[in-house]
């Protein structure tokens, strides 16, 4: 074929052929490659929606949300009249984006830990913390505290530390009632007393925000969502803030000037049992537990258990009364000691034979007397009696802690085990329990249950307590009540053992009391002593009942030298306040020898 000449039909159809299979051959490898790209893809989105789904969705949850707690208010805890004992104040958290302050944390750390006084290294691996925009700093500081610290942080142009709301608890009162409300700490924590009693309803119950954030910011078009927090409910104790106060004070200045190791005084409603006043000393401020041994936190009066020593012959003798061994005249001979098993009784004032009536036992405060007249009941009988009276048992006002004190099977008695508890030796009782125990005579032979909440409230153990839930039953028959309170007057008149606690244009009946205490090393009798002091008034139309109880007094005094004034300076005082105007009963004519 001569150049220039067209290739022949044959040669070009092999050459067209030839053109076309090395198209269909790019056109299938191009096929082939886009199917194990495309099969690439689609493994990779099933990894994506199903086998790794959760874990990437907490994935980007941890990097672009984040859920923040909304506090709830906690419920105020008042005295009677509605005065706060306990409150909410506003406050601050400090919280930070680690994102934003790890490149300074060590900085933020410093500024933070010496002006709010927290640990430097806790803060510093909060600020560090990876795969989270939030963490918590501080929480429920002052409002101008918590703005200082953010201010300082702030001026050093580091950013990412930020301030939300956060109640803060304040007790403003300070000490007044601190053992009975107890304190919250600085993570609102409850600890001790009420707070601690009705920490669920006072808490309520907290709420959270949750929200996207990006580059530290939160976005505002993004997903989210809010639960509101729900504030706790309100508490209403049966304190009055004021008796409160003086009781306290009062209290103090008695077991300072005695020397004594600590105190205890009641004031109780002899009709309703509303607790008005449960003093304690030492006590603490509730602003700043921590300043405070941790014995001085919670509430002696129901805690700590004692031998009450001649009080207890209040309860005796009414039970004697009661079951018609005696009257208030009933003549006994009192020798100067008593052969009790293999142990010998004596009275705290040495004296030869003694001729006096029951009456002038209790007022003279014999103990010889009182045992002798009490041997005419069986074991049985007087346990009864006194298991009535409340002793052996808690009070269930539902305070955490508070002791039964000891009441023991009377089995188990001996001739000298029925005689000293019958004059309030080889027996043991808190505060609140002996108060009440006595008030059963104020209130005609009835017991009533103490109480410290007005209305009615659930603790956290489930338990309804209140004024509103209180009970009732009669222990003595009101006669017997009545002749109790006859002879009890004797006591507070010359020729009784506390002459001193007179109150003028007021009729008081009362009851000293000195104990031997039961040394905590040697659990022996130590040479140590309880003393105390009972008393109601009017006592002709009794209103309000006052006991005072010091332990370890070092000024070699007793019952009615250092608990006397107590119950005296108290009782003058709500009386006034509550203006009881005099009743104007005759002193009582009762011999007391014969």
Same mark, same amino acid.
């Given at each position: 074929?001569?150049?220039?000449?067209?290739?022949?039909?044959?040669?070009?159809?092999?050459?067209?052929?030839?053109?076309?299979?090395?198209? &269909?051959?790019?056109?299938?490898?191009? %096929?082939?490659?886009?199917?194990?790209?495309?099969?690439?893809?689609?493994?990779?989105?099933?990894?994506?929606?199903?086998?790794?789904?959760?874990?990437?969705?907490?994935?980007?949850? *941890?990097?672009?949300?984040?859920?923040?707690?909304?506090?709830?208010?906690?419920?105020?805890?008042?005295?009677?009249?509605?005065?706060?004992?306990?409150?909410?104040?506003?406050?601050?958290?400090?919280?930070?984006?680690?994102?934003?302050?790890?490149?300074?944390?060590?900085?933020?750390? /410093?500024?933070?830990?010496?002006?709010?006084?927290?640990?430097?290294?806790?803060?510093?691996?909060?600020?560090?913390?990876?795969?989270?925009? %939030?963490?918590?700093?501080?929480?429920?500081?002052?409002?101008?505290?918590?703005?200082?610290?953010? /201010?300082?942080?702030?001026?050093?142009?580091?950013?990412?530390?930020?301030?939300?709301?956060?109640?803060?608890?304040?007790?403003?009162?300070?000490?007044?009632?601190?053992? &009975?409300?107890?304190?919250?700490?600085?993570?609102?924590?409850?600890?001790?007393?009420?707070?601690?009693? %009705?920490?669920?309803?006072?808490? +309520?119950?907290?709420?959270? *925000?949750?929200?996207?954030?990006?580059?530290?910011?939160?976005?505002?078009?993004?997903?989210?969502?809010?639960?509101?927090?729900?504030?706790?409910?309100?508490?209403?104790?049966?304190?009055?803030?004021?008796?409160?106060?003086?009781?306290?004070?009062?209290?103090?200045?008695?077991?300072?000037?005695?020397?004594?190791?600590?105190?205890?005084?009641?004031?109780?409603?002899?009709?309703?049992?509303?607790?008005?006043?449960?003093?304690?000393?030492?006590?603490?401020?509730?602003?700043?537990?921590?300043?405070?041994?941790?014995?001085?936190?919670?509430?002696?009066?129901?805690? #700590?258990?004692?031998?009450?020593?001649?009080?207890?012959?209040?309860?005796?003798?009414?039970?004697?009364?009661?079951?018609?061994?005696?009257?208030?005249?009933?003549?006994?001979?009192?020798?100067?000691?008593?052969?009790?098993?293999?142990?010998?009784?004596?009275?705290?004032?040495?004296?030869?034979?003694?001729?006096?009536?029951?009456?002038?036992?209790?007022?003279?405060?014999?103990?010889?007397?009182?045992?002798?007249?009490?041997?005419? %009941?069986?074991?049985?009988?007087?346990?009864?009696?006194?298991?009535?009276?409340?002793?052996?048992?808690?009070?269930?006002?539902?305070?955490?802690?508070?002791?039964?004190?000891?009441?023991?099977?009377?089995?188990?008695?001996?001739?000298?085990?029925?005689?000293?508890?019958?004059?309030?030796?080889?027996? =043991?009782?808190?505060?609140?329990?002996?108060?009440?125990?006595?008030?059963?005579?104020?209130?005609?032979?009835?017991?009533? $249950?103490?109480?410290?909440?007005?209305?009615?409230?659930?603790?956290?153990?489930?338990?309804?307590?209140?004024? #509103?839930?209180? /009970?009732?039953?009669?222990?003595?028959?009101?006669?017997?009540?009545?002749?109790?309170?006859?002879?009890?007057?004797?006591?507070?008149?010359?020729?009784?053992? *506390?002459?001193?606690?007179?109150?003028?244009?007021?009729?008081? $009946?009362?009851?000293?009391?000195?104990?031997?205490?039961?040394?905590? @090393?040697?659990?022996?009798?130590? +040479?140590?002593?309880?003393?105390?002091?009972?008393?109601?008034?009017? *006592?002709?139309?009794?209103?309000?009942?006052?006991? $005072?109880?010091?332990?370890?007094?070092?000024?070699?005094?007793?019952?009615?030298?250092?608990?006397?004034?107590?119950?005296?300076?108290?009782?003058?005082?709500?009386?006034?306040?509550?203006?009881?105007?005099?009743?104007?009963? =005759?002193?009582? @004519?009762?011999?007391?020898?014969?």
């Amino acid at each position: 074929m001569s150049q220039g000449s067209r290739p022949r039909p044959a040669v070009r159809r092999r050459r067209a052929r030839a053109r076309r299979g090395t198209s &269909l051959l790019r056109l299938r490898i191009g %096929f082939i490659l886009i199917a194990m790209v495309l099969s690439v893809f689609a493994v990779r989105l099933f990894q994506l929606q199903g086998v790794d789904a959760a874990a990437y969705v907490a994935k980007a949850r *941890a990097e672009g949300v984040v859920t923040v707690t909304l506090p709830a208010t906690r419920g105020t805890i008042t005295d009677r009249n509605g005065v706060a004992l306990a409150d909410s104040v506003d406050g601050l958290m400090l919280v930070a984006d680690p994102t934003l302050t790890t490149r300074h944390a060590s900085q933020i750390a /410093t500024i933070i830990a010496h002006r709010l006084h927290l640990d430097y290294f806790d803060l510093l691996q909060r600020l560090r913390r990876s795969g989270t925009h %939030f963490q918590y700093l501080a929480r429920r500081i002052p409002a101008t505290r918590a703005t200082a610290v953010l /201010t300082a942080i702030e001026k050093r142009g580091f950013t990412g530390v930020y301030t939300r709301r956060d109640p803060v608890r304040s007790y403003p009162a300070k000490d007044v009632a601190a053992n &009975l409300v107890g304190f919250t700490n600085a993570m609102g924590q409850a600890g001790e007393g009420a707070e601690l009693m %009705f920490d669920k309803s006072l808490a +309520g119950r907290d709420g959270r *925000a949750t929200y996207e954030v990006g580059g530290g910011n939160r976005i505002p078009l993004g997903d989210n969502s809010t639960v509101p927090p729900h504030s706790g409910s309100d508490l209403r104790l049966t304190i009055d803030r004021d008796v409160q106060w003086y009781t306290q004070r009062v209290l103090r200045d008695a077991v300072e000037h005695a020397n004594g190791l600590s105190g205890a005084a009641v004031v109780m409603d002899t009709h309703t049992g509303q607790l008005l006043a449960v003093a304690d000393y030492p006590t603490f401020d509730a602003n700043n537990p921590t300043a405070s041994p941790d014995s001085d936190l919670g509430t002696r009066a129901l805690r #700590d258990v004692y031998e009450p020593g001649s009080v207890m012959k209040v309860l005796t003798t009414a039970a004697l009364l009661d079951a018609g061994k005696v009257t208030p005249r009933t003549k006994i001979v009192v020798p100067p000691t008593l052969p009790s098993s293999d142990h010998v009784i004596h009275d705290d004032i040495a004296h030869g034979t003694l001729h006096l009536t029951l009456a002038g036992a209790l007022a003279k405060s014999s103990n010889i007397g009182t045992a002798l007249a009490a041997r005419q %009941f069986t074991p049985r009988q007087l346990y009864d009696y006194l298991h009535r009276f409340g002793l052996g048992q808690t009070t269930n006002l539902g305070v955490n802690g508070e002791a039964a004190g000891v009441l023991a099977d009377p089995s188990t008695w001996m001739q000298i085990r029925q005689d000293n508890i019958a004059f309030g030796q080889g027996v =043991s009782v808190n505060a609140v329990q002996m108060a009440a125990a006595v008030n059963t005579i104020a209130n005609g032979g009835v017991y009533v $249950a103490p109480s410290i909440v007005k209305g009615r409230a659930r603790t956290n153990s489930g338990q309804v307590v209140g004024s #509103d839930t209180t /009970t009732e039953h009669r222990v003595v028959s009101r006669r017997a009540a009545a002749q109790e309170t006859r002879m009890m007057e004797t006591v507070t008149m010359p020729g009784g053992t *506390a002459p001193n606690t007179a109150i003028s244009g007021y009729l008081l $009946a009362g009851k000293t009391g000195t104990a031997q205490r039961i040394g905590p @090393k040697c659990h022996c009798y130590d +040479g140590s002593r309880t003393v105390s002091f009972v008393g109601f008034a009017p *006592a002709d139309k009794p209103r309000f009942l006052v006991y $005072a109880v010091v332990q370890r007094p070092r000024n070699g005094g007793f019952g009615a030298t250092v608990a006397g004034p107590v119950v005296d300076d108290v009782m003058k005082y709500v009386l006034q306040k509550y203006a009881v105007p005099p009743t104007g009963r =005759s002193v009582p @004519k009762l011999p007391l020898t014969w």
